[in-house]
């Protein structure tokens, strides 16, 4: 792939040639328009292409190629980092946004004291399963649909945004009509149909990184859902799986840095699964800010005791209300804040 840069002064007209060009040679344009500068990517066939082609067009300043195989994740075809909006919450600017919940959608009244207690702290961003993907096939495996209604009612009365996982294509438009944020979990991140089902729609995606999985991977993921037309990808640091006992997954609290040097997507860590254990996610969550994530998803429970899932690593509402103190004064020391 490469990617053309229009001059600073270029018109619509000679952009649009541009892009018919790329067309005609049977690639698939992608379109990123900079501050200053606009980025047309080169997609598709696989097919050699003469830079010579694009330069002596009116309108280029220069053609590049990029060299990481993933393209549009990549700074090399977007270097400005990409905010996604989410109920007017910006993911990705200069606030750190907070996503907060249960693991899993129980009843009607566990989810609206949940969202009522991580609205109060300063929560932005709902999360609950009502779908759950789970190691035993005779463990709680969400209430569904009915699950996707109560998170919604419980999200609207609080002023709440919804981020629900999506577990196979056929359910993407379902999910959809429930959730502002659609959640490819750990296990899904190599599903590709699913990948390109949600990169067939216009919402913003929440990519978990898999258990296993590589840096590149994950961006090669990112990739899929991208290359489908959505540019609305959050990724997500969730931790890997290693010899390690004492914690339930390794956080991997260096990709943050390293996936904001080769990506211009958002990123945010997950200490909850990374650790399972309520006493270190306080302590990871400001590691996490300090690192510079864009935001945090945390498992807050009302009754953690009583949980059908994820129990142990939830977070008591008090305890919520403290780590929102807390990675706020991290927040303000690397010049950010918590939104």
Request: with cysteine; proline share 5%; glycine share 8%.
């Amino acid at each position: 792939m490469m990617i053309v840069i229009m001059k600073t002064d270029s018109t619509i007209k000679e952009t649009s040639n541009v892009i018919r060009k790329i067309e005609s040679l049977g690639f698939q344009p992608h379109l990123s328009k900079g501050e200053k500068k606009t980025i047309i990517g080169l997609v598709g066939n696989g097919k050699k292409v003469d830079p010579e082609t694009f330069l002596v067009m009116p309108g280029v300043e220069n053609v590049v190629p990029i060299l990481h195989p993933f393209k549009l994740a990549g700074r090399e075809f977007k270097a400005e980092s990409s905010v996604i909006s989410v109920n007017g919450t910006s993911i990705g600017a200069r606030e750190v946004v907070v996503m907060a919940g249960p693991c899993s959608v129980e009843n009607r009244d566990q989810i609206h004291q949940a969202a009522e207690a991580v609205a109060k702290a300063g929560a932005r961003i709902l999360r609950g399963g009502a779908f759950k993907p789970r190691t035993s096939p005779y463990s709680f495996q969400g209430l569904g649909e009915q699950g996707l209604k109560f998170l919604r009612q419980a999200a609207d009365a609080s002023g709440l945004a919804v981020v629900t996982e999506v577990m196979s294509p056929q359910l993407v438009e379902l999910v959809g009509e429930y959730s502002d944020i659609l959640q490819i979990g750990a296990r899904n991140m190599q599903n590709y149909t699913l990948l390109e089902a949600v990169g067939k729609t216009s919402k913003p995606v929440l990519l978990k990184r898999g258990l296993m999985s590589t840096i590149e991977e994950l961006l090669m993921s990112a990739e899929y859902i991208l290359s489908n037309g959505n540019p609305n990808v959050i990724l997500c640091e969730r931790g890997i799986r290693s010899f390690e006992k004492y914690t339930r997954n390794t956080l991997d609290i260096a990709a943050v840095p390293i996936v904001k040097k080769l990506s211009h997507l958002p990123i945010i860590v997950d200490p909850s699964h990374a650790t399972g254990k309520r006493d270190l996610i306080n302590a990871m969550s400001r590691c996490a800010i300090a690192a510079g994530a864009d935001g945090l998803i945390i498992e807050v429970h009302p009754k953690p005791e009583e949980a059908l899932s994820d129990g142990a690593q939830s977070l008591l509402p008090g305890d919520f209300e403290m780590l929102m103190v807390d990675i706020g004064k991290v927040a303000e020391a690397v010049g950010r804040r918590i939104c």
